[in-house]
């Protein structure tokens, strides 16, 4: 004999009462303890094959590569720099662009100005304040100097570092990997040191004020990252887009680059590692445009770059007038969604006990 109706409404509320339990409990359960997501796209751009290739007239050799946003800055191999606008660029996917790239004589060993490293083909320029920030090729502990080309007049000025702060040592291929920060900052990045249970890497990063030939340099902060393998051994390039850091290496490397995510004050797992997208034979310097939010990967001793998708990787910022935009409270759920998934289950159960009442 079939139960009583009201019988199988008990049944079937209790069933969804529970099921709805179920959910709020996973909804709750703390991140650490569901599926690791897969990493974030910003963390992994140059593993996509969605890029846009870039052809610089008037540039033979690219022993650099920087960009302000919207000029790209190329050192050729007699140091003078190419500029390029970036502006009418086609970036669609699998896109060929040519741009036309004004030489610009720069003023090495012009009235007591530093003269052209020798070792120039394994340094790398990056771009604040006016200023193209190149290193000299000595590579020794405390006694790294760095250098402005302002790029108004093209001279070339060498800036005190702080004693106490000094440039982190690199090592081979390109060992000056220098770079720079959305705030304005600059960094250099250090050779991999050994700790317990692998190794570590600096990057060392400094606050600036003034502009071109006029900056001042003073200390920021260290951040810390962190490796079980020692991989960073033919360095190829370094940037960042101010939440993560990209390092690459020679392309038989396997992986080839690596990203971390930059904490303060502790030292950072690696975020992805994997085989960056291969448009040239050997891709060469790396760096970011803070205002478009993609990477650009130059051709070593090529004319060209190119350019990845666009993402822009900044946090979401906690906005009291916008719930949707909480910060994360240490769950994966939205606390919206949890609080209507807890008043479900709360009318459901009264609705059990109505019933149950009815029944008795």
């Not at 009201?6 to 339990?21: D, I, Q």
């Not at 709020?24 to 650490?32: D, E, G, H, Q």
């Not at 020794?140 to 001279?155: E, F």
């Not at 190829?236 to 887009?241: I, S």
Request: net charge negative; charged share 15%.
């Amino acid at each position: 004999m079939a139960p009583p109706r009201s019988s199988r409404r008990l049944t079937v509320s209790l069933r969804v009462t529970a099921a709805t339990a179920l959910v709020v409990a996973v909804a709750l359960t703390p991140v650490s303890a569901q599926a690791a997501d897969p990493p974030p796209l910003a963390a992994r751009l140059l593993a996509e094959s969605d890029v846009s290739l870039v052809v610089v007239d008037n540039l033979t050799t690219m022993w650099g590569l920087a960009t302000d946003g919207t000029v790209a800055y190329m050192v050729n191999q007699d140091g003078n720099v190419v500029a390029a606008p970036l502006a009418g660029i086609d970036l669609t996917a699998g896109s060929t662009n040519t741009v036309s790239g004004s030489v610009n004589t720069v003023g090495w060993g012009v009235g007591g100005s530093p003269s052209v490293p020798p070792l120039l083909r394994q340094l790398s320029i990056s771009f604040s304040h006016g200023c193209l920030f190149i290193t000299d090729d000595a590579n020794v502990a405390g006694a790294v100097r760095l250098y402005c080309i302002d790029v108004t007049d093209w001279s070339v000025t060498e800036l005190a570092v702080p004693v106490s702060s000094p440039m982190p040592v690199g090592v081979n291929y390109t060992f000056s990997n220098l770079l720079d920060f959305p705030d304005g900052r600059i960094g250099k990045v250090s050779a991999y040191e050994p700790v317990t249970g692998g190794y570590e890497s600096t990057l060392r990063t400094y606050s600036l004020t003034g502009t071109g030939k006029n900056v001042a340099v003073s200390f920021s902060e260290d951040y810390t990252t962190f490796d079980t393998d020692n991989w960073a051994t033919d360095e190829h390039g370094v940037a960042t887009d101010g939440t993560y850091l990209y390092r690459i290496q020679y392309k038989t490397f396997d992986p080839n680059f690596k990203s971390w995510k930059l904490v303060s004050g502790s030292s950072a797992p690696i975020e992805f590692a994997g085989n960056y997208t291969e448009p040239f034979d050997n891709p060469h310097f790396l760096a970011h445009n803070h205002l478009a939010n993609y990477y650009l990967v130059g051709d070593y001793a090529g004319n060209s770059f190119y350019i990845t998708q666009a993402v822009n990787p900044a946090p979401v910022v906690a906005d009291v007038a916008n719930p949707s935009t909480l910060a994360d409270s240490g769950t994966d759920a939205d606390p919206w969604v949890i609080g209507a998934m807890l008043l479900l289950t709360a009318g459901l159960v009264l609705t059990v006990r109505r019933r149950r009442a009815a029944l008795i």
